[in-house]
């Protein structure tokens, strides 16, 4: 511990020195305009004290390179008139003055090769693109409302409005605001909504950011809400074959020809819950039944019943077998191996629940009576387990039944031995 | 008086006797339990010989097999240039058990359509992290298939 | 020739004239039944150096069954101990007698030792029995300590690391100690490797030798006579024979003791308290290491005065200080017999008594703290 004290005592010149030099072009470059803007802003957020952690600004592009202007100017008097100064764009302006160079192919290779350039022609197509350009709209997102302006960062850096864990955030800060969306007659709760999905938890909870954010499925410049008939490509992005599944089944013409948003229907959108075990069946809480009835002419109640059988003894079976080696668990026994072979079972009530969008009963009843074997199988070796641990309490009693006849007839071979 | 002693001496030896016996038997009986070697053979250590042959394998129809390696899956591949390889079975994302993938070449994860190419890397869909690969060995004249930790 | 009933006297009988024409054994039976044990207050002190010895029998038999599936090694250790325990039938209980024997018998070797301390039983002519068993003492700690990591799991891991830096700390020999103890810079598979010999190869060797010369020291001595006897001043004076009625007693407590050790076993085949050795998580280097990181209990005392020390103490290191004392105190407690000669001819010998308390209230209070502190 001391010697690390004093270690860094030692380096204290050198550290400071490199801290110096990280910042030298920092502080040497943005032209001139900072000069004078860093003394006139006050605040953290002003332009001058943001602009040192943009990305254009790290790639050496100054204010001028967007703003226009001579930078070595000494009065903005003069600067303002200078050949091509833009000043502050309004928000109807912003799209293209951003897409003077993120639209220009030739301009950003030199910059970022991998960077898409067609984010303004897909913006015109999302709403937000829309209503400004065609209703002049200037509340509507343009591309600082998302990405911030002056600390612009990589989507990929962390702290970035954009990065896939503060998109909900940044899109929330206009949709979950009521009044603000008021005019536009669309609900606000998606963001609340969205944060108790299964997909919200994974992403903001959990940090799996693998799970989507609201542009997964809405797109990003091109923000649009998918429509009835993409519904289930978007969602079949991640869950494949659920979406195959279904796109066999069929409820997948009936629902085009009903103008049923696909998943949606009995998922819901932002709101996405775990599926439970009585969605599918043909008791009140079904989801079945809203469409289904016992003799509406289609096969559909009848299916729905079967399926349920099948997937709720898979479920009993789970359950008797996790029951069965948390109870040897408890007595001591080692029941890792047990634990382990509960993943075949997990991985069929997951086939299982995909297999459901077959709407078939054949092809989930098969998968449930796997599963259920392979959990009976495990219910039986846990139960080998506890009758195990009452086997090795019953050896022990023999064992000592067996010392202790030895033991008192040691003592009394003793006590004649010695009376003697 | 002197007979009833002799008597009880006689009882208490034989009491001994079969005490040392039954006590002996209580012990052994573990110890010579304890040497059999159990069916599952040794302790698997860092590599396991699959319960199928090479043959099994290019005969599957799927092109891959699962197999338990220690307290995880492995998968095991006849790649389309005929190599057999093998690698870790959990999806990075979530855990759920992997699959070969004949018609796309590639390793998919049934649960978020994560995707894999053949050395294990995550291409696309939510898998943060590569699956790690293992050594494969094989016996040419038996067609067994070793799988050892380690890359392959 | 008359028909000769084949019965276990007159069979027991033979064999014995068999050997006895070949090794002449007749005089070595006809000492040892002369051999007494002294009956006084204090004989059942004289239980626990066989209750050690059962134990260390305990200990060969039940390594020697776990060498049959242990394999050493940072890829196999963890995993062939938990094939004992979850595949290999009655491996659990193998184990576990293993480890608890282990505790065992560290705790009856400690009263055995305190015992003949207290008893001065240790005096001319036993001061070699003594340095012996002092000795075989260290082997036996040694034994608790490099057996302890073998099962390579989180617990062990730590502990070993810990406990290996500690030797580190020493001056000038301290980093060539570590590193030979570890075989490398940090404890590693390497470290398997050197602990696995020591535990089974080495101590084992040195500890046979050692044991012949205290158990033959004994056997040529005789047991030691209460002090008071010496000075004349007890009345008359009681023995038993040694065969049969001491060794009779003797079975009957290793029985009862076996009996313990099985139901210990049984019940906590994981240990239970302070005594504890869950198998757990296997040992991972760059994981965090636990809250706490315990010695065994035996290694308490010395490890919780360690941290005790102040971290300079005029100007040299505390825990160097520390370690100096209690080396000290160690040899000081091994030379006992030749320095308590003097004290010994008084009429009792307080001085040594004092020395005696002293450290047996130290070990305990140092040990309580050690579990009461976090």
């Known amino acids: 511990m001391n010697r690390r004290i004093s270690i860094m005592r030692r380096l204290r010149p050198a550290v400071m020195l490199a801290v110096i030099m990280a910042l030298m072009p920092a502080i040497g470059r943005g032209d001139g305009c900072l000069d004078c803007h860093a003394t006139w802003e006050e605040g953290a957020k002003a332009p001058s004290k943001l602009i040192k952690f943009d990305v254009h600004f790290k790639a050496g592009l100054g204010c001028s390179d967007c703003h226009g202007g001579n930078p070595n100017a000494d009065d903005m008097d003069v600067v303002r008139k200078t050949k091509g100064f833009k000043g502050v764009p309004k928000p109807a302006e912003i799209p293209q003055f951003c897409a003077s160079c993120h639209s220009d192919p030739v301009y950003m290779v030199k910059h970022n090769p991998s960077l898409p350039t067609d984010q303004l022609e897909k913006y015109k197509t999302s709403v937000h693109g829309m209503r400004l350009f065609e209703k002049g709209d200037g509340k509507v997102a343009n591309c600082v409302s998302c990405h911030s302006v002056h600390n612009i960062e990589s989507p990929l850096t962390p702290t970035s409005t954009v990065n896939i864990q503060n998109v909900p955030k940044t899109c929330a800060k206009c949709h979950a605001d009521t009044s603000y969306m008021k005019e536009y007659g669309i609900p606000t709760n998606q963001y609340e909504e969205y944060q108790k999905s299964v997909h919200g938890i994974a992403l903001l909870v959990n940090k799996d950011n693998g799970a989507p954010a609201c542009n997964s499925c809405h797109g990003n410049h091109g923000a649009t809400p998918p429509g009835v008939t993409s519904l289930g490509a978007v969602c079949g992005l991640c869950h494949a074959l659920v979406a195959d599944n279904f796109a066999k089944s069929p409820h997948k013409k009936a629902f085009d020809e009903a103008g049923f948003p696909e998943c949606e229907t009995c998922h819901s959108n932002h709101f996405v819950q775990k599926p439970q075990l009585n969605w599918v069946g043909t008791s009140d809480s079904s989801l079945c039944v809203r469409c289904h009835a016992a003799n509406d002419g289609t096969r559909g109640f009848a299916v729905a019943d079967s399926i349920h059988m099948a997937l709720s003894h898979l479920n009993n079976a789970y359950n008797r077998a996790v029951g069965e080696i948390d109870q040897a668990d408890q007595k001591g026994m080692m029941v890792t191996d047990e634990r382990f072979a509960l993943n075949d079972v997990k991985q069929a009530i997951i086939q299982g629940a995909n297999e459901v969008h077959f709407f078939d009963a054949t092809v989930v009843t098969k998968t449930a009576q796997d599963g259920s074997a392979a959990a009976d199988k495990i219910y039986n070796s846990g139960q080998k387990k506890i009758s195990d641990y009452y086997f090795r309490r019953k050896g022990l009693g023999i064992a000592t039944l067996l010392i202790t006849i030895l033991v008192i007839a040691l003592y009394f071979k003793i006590r004649t031995l010695e009376k003697n | 008086m002197d007979n009833a002693n002799q008597d009880r001496r006689g009882f208490l030896n034989w009491l001994i006797g079969g005490g040392v016996i039954a006590f002996l038997g209580s012990v052994l009986y573990p110890v010579v339990k304890y040497m059999v070697p159990p069916a599952s053979g040794e302790a698997n250590v860092s590599q396991v010989k699959l319960p199928f042959k090479l043959k099994d394998l290019q005969e599957d129809e799927k092109h891959f097999r699962i197999f338990k390696f220690g307290r995880t899956l492995g998968i095991v591949i006849l790649t389309p240039d005929n190599q057999i390889r093998a690698l870790s079975a959990v999806c990075t994302h979530l855990d759920c058990t992997v699959q070969y993938r004949k018609d796309l070449g590639l390793i998919w994860c049934a649960c978020h359509n994560g995707k894999y190419d053949l050395e294990g890397r995550n291409i696309s869909g939510p898998p943060p992290r590569p699956l790690k690969q293992y050594a494969v060995h094989i016996n040419k004249t038996t067609g067994e298939i070793i799988v050892a930790e380690g890359q392959g | ?374």
């Open chain 3, 1 to 374: 020739m008359i028909e000769q009933k084949l019965e276990p006297k007159r069979v027991g009988k033979g064999l014995y004239t068999w050997v006895d024409e070949r090794l002449k054994i007749a005089t070595l039976v006809e000492y040892m039944s002369h051999k007494v044990v002294p009956k006084h207050r204090g004989s059942i002190w004289y239980y626990f150096g066989g209750a050690t010895l059962f134990f260390f029998v305990v200990q060969v038999v039940t390594g020697i069954l776990l060498l049959l599936y242990y394999r050493p090694g940072a890829d196999s250790g963890y995993e062939s101990v938990k094939f004992i325990i979850s595949e290999v039938s009655f491996g659990w209980l193998i184990r576990a007698i293993h480890s608890w024997s282990a505790n065992l018998m560290i705790l009856a070797a400690f009263i055995h030792m305190f015992s003949v301390f207290f008893t001065h039983a240790y005096r001319n002519p036993r001061e070699m029995t003594w340095v012996s068993g002092v000795l075989l003492l260290g082997l036996g700690l040694m034994f608790g300590f490099s057996g302890y990591l073998l099962p390579w799991n989180e617990l062990s891991f730590f502990a070993t690391r810990v406990g290996t830096g500690m030797a580190g700390a020493l001056p000038f020999v301290g980093k060539f100690l570590m590193t030979v103890m570890r075989g490398g810079d940090d404890v590693t598979g390497a470290t398997i490797g050197r602990f696995f010999g020591l535990h089974v190869a080495i101590l084992p060797g040195l500890f046979a030798v050692l044991l012949s010369f205290h158990l033959f020291f004994i056997q040529r001595q005789g047991m030691s006579e209460p002090l008071e006897w010496e000075k004349g001043a007890a009345g008359p004076r009681k023995y038993y024979p040694f065969f049969p009625n001491f060794l009779m007693r003797e079975l009957l407590i290793w029985l009862i003791m076996l009996n313990i050790l099985a139901v210990l076993a049984v019940v906590f085949p994981d240990g239970i308290g302070v005594v504890h050795w869950p198998l757990g998580q296997k040992a991972d280097p760059f994981a965090p290491p636990p809250p706490v990181i315990r010695p065994e209990w035996y290694f308490m005392f010395a490890f919780q005065a360690l941290k005790f020390m102040p971290a300079h103490l005029l100007s040299v290191e505390g825990e160097l200080i520390g370690i100096g004392v209690m080396s000290l105190g160690g040899l000081l407690w091994m030379l006992v017999p030749f320095l308590a000669r003097k004290n010994m001819e008084g009429q009792k010998p307080i001085l040594i008594n004092a020395f005696g308390w002293v450290v047996v209230i130290f070990i305990i209070t140092m040990t309580i703290i050690g579990y009461i502190l976090k």
